[in-house]
């Protein structure tokens, strides 16, 4: 990777962002006093939603960092953009104006992340003025910390926002995603530090549960990265031409149709529709039965059941937004391509469509399980920390990303005649769509 001139520019400029971005983590909100922060943040992180929303943002939720609300609220707004231009005809007319389109598209999700982030640190600001946080805050501050917090929050959102668009256009891979991911993966060694010490405890028989526990959670990555790259091939064929003395197509070529065309899309909707009821009541994390313990406990039986339902709906929901299979029969009829057995037209869209029903079941219960995975984990005695990362969002969107970056890197290797990362010849095979889904 490190001969080729280009590449080594694009990994270097995309590790010094991240740089910033962790270092920018690490910066306390004003009025507030790191030193005594501590408690508070172990509460935060313990709770199910709001602990799940700190490994989003590195960390930096549970200490009131600058960068807080990360990311988050630009993939809200994105997502509500995905659903506009599906839902909304003057959107989808400047969906399809091509660059220039994308452009006003992009600048109107600027827009709607800049209302997203208000609301969203309006609620922060309560959860930073409930007794879990009050022990920090400096009295002396108090009359500018509410219109501060608030600029300095949105400010912090946008500032990251441009750093993964910075990172998409002169970097390697998606930004967001890549940004996302580094703040998972921030936390990741403290929480297997944390597994570890905490099974030492129990003796010898402790370390044995603790490398049990680690050929799960490998096991788990293989099963994620299966169920990312899963794919039915669809056998088409297409018709011989004549073209000058040279006869092309005839060829058999395959569909791939993915089992898990949603990506990691219908658990981030759930979560998002989860989150919204506990943020109305984050001052009622300490009240028995309210619906912010309810959510934000992941061993919970009703939180397992909505979060499971939740997310095989939208699967189905965003794959029938994302996938339509009479476009994919118009494209093949217009490059004279059929699939054997089955005529064009409708016929062909009513094929694939059905295909796609049946996969997408299988594809839906296996995210739901993904999701609900860290809860049982939980229960059968890892520590909270670590089991964030035996499935979930968090873990499908390492795997995806991860892959994704492997299949860029993949891709100026073979351009300039490498072999490739792998030995043997080995290929990797990315989903590039599911970076930038995310």
């Given amino acids: 990777m490190w001969s080729i001139e280009e590449l080594r520019e694009k990994i270097v400029f995309t590790l010094l962002l991240i740089l910033v971005f962790r270092f920018g983590a690490h910066v306390v909100i004003p009025g507030i006093d790191p030193n005594k922060i501590s408690a508070a943040a172990a509460q935060t992180q313990n709770n199910g939603l709001l602990g799940m929303f700190?490994?989003?943002?590195?960390?930096?939720?549970?200490?009131?960092?600058?960068l807080a609300l990360g990311v988050m609220p630009y993939i809200s707004a994105s997502i509500f953009m995905q659903l506009a231009t599906v839902l909304v005809p003057q959107l989808q007319k400047i969906q399809k104006?091509?660059?220039?389109?994308?452009?006003?598209?992009?600048?109107?999700?600027?827009?709607?992340?800049?209302?997203?982030t208000a609301f969203q640190a309006?609620?922060?600001i309560s959860l930073l003025k409930s007794p879990t946080y009050a022990v920090a805050l400096i009295p002396a501050y108090q009359p500018y910390f509410f219109v501060s917090t608030l600029f300095v929050l949105t400010a912090g959102s946008l500032f990251v926002m441009w750093l993964g668009e910075k990172i998409?256009?002169?970097?390697?891979?998606?930004?967001?995603?890549?940004?996302?991911?580094?703040?998972?993966?921030?936390?990741?060694?403290?929480?297997?530090?944390?597994?570890?010490?905490?099974?030492?405890?129990?003796?010898?028989?402790?370390?044995?549960?603790?490398?049990?526990?680690?050929?799960f959670y490998i096991g788990i990555n293989m099963a994620l990265v299966l169920l990312v790259e899963g794919v039915r091939?669809?056998?088409?064929?297409?018709?011989?031409?004549?073209?000058?003395?040279?006869?092309?197509?005839?060829?058999?070529?395959?569909?791939p149709l993915k089992v898990n065309a949603a990506g990691v899309m219908p658990i981030i909707f759930a979560q998002a529709i989860m989150f919204l009821p506990?943020?109305?009541?984050?001052?009622?994390?300490?009240?028995?039965?309210?619906?912010?313990?309810?959510?934000?406990?992941?061993?919970?039986?009703?939180?397992?059941?909505?979060?499971?339902?939740?997310?095989?709906?939208?699967t189905f929901l965003y794959t029938a937004l994302i996938f339509n299979p009479k476009e994919m029969s118009e494209d093949l009829k217009?490059?004279?391509?059929?699939?054997?057995?089955?005529?064009?037209?409708?016929?062909?869209?009513?094929?694939?469509?059905s295909i796609m029903d049946r996969i997408t079941f299988p594809g839906a219960v296996a995210l739901a399980i993904a999701g609900i995975l860290p809860g049982f984990a939980q229960m059968l005695g890892v520590q909270q920390s670590f089991s964030y990362y035996f499935g979930g969002t968090s873990l499908l969107i390492m795997v995806a990303v991860i892959l994704d970056t492997l299949q860029q890197i993949e891709t100026h290797l073979l351009m300039r005649q490498y072999d490739g990362l792998m030995s043997g010849g080995a290929r990797?095979?990315?989903?590039?769509?599911?970076?930038?889904?995310?």
Wanted: aromatic share 10%; net charge positive.
């Fill in 54 to 66: 700190d490994t989003f943002a590195g960390g930096a939720f549970s200490q009131a960092g600058i």
């Fill in 97 to 116: 104006e091509g660059s220039s389109g994308q452009k006003k598209i992009n600048q109107i999700t600027r827009y709607l992340t800049v209302i997203v």
């Fill in 122 to 124: 309006v609620a922060y």
């Fill in 168 to 215: 998409q256009d002169k970097g390697l891979g998606n930004g967001i995603s890549i940004i996302i991911m580094i703040g998972i993966l921030s936390s990741l060694p403290q929480a297997v530090i944390q597994e570890f010490q905490s099974k030492q405890v129990k003796g010898g028989g402790g370390l044995l549960i603790f490398l049990i526990e680690i050929a």
């Fill in 233 to 255: 091939k669809v056998p088409v064929i297409y018709a011989k031409q004549l073209m000058g003395n040279k006869q092309v197509g005839g060829a058999r070529q395959f569909l």
């Fill in 278 to 314: 506990t943020l109305v009541s984050f001052t009622d994390l300490d009240k028995e039965g309210s619906i912010a313990n309810i959510f934000g406990d992941h061993t919970n039986g009703w939180y397992m059941l909505i979060y499971g339902g939740m997310t095989i709906a939208f």
């Fill in 334 to 353: 217009r490059n004279n391509g059929f699939i054997p057995g089955v005529q064009p037209g409708k016929p062909t869209a009513d094929y694939i469509g």
């Fill in 428 to 438: 990797v095979h990315g989903r590039s769509h599911v970076g930038s889904g995310i």
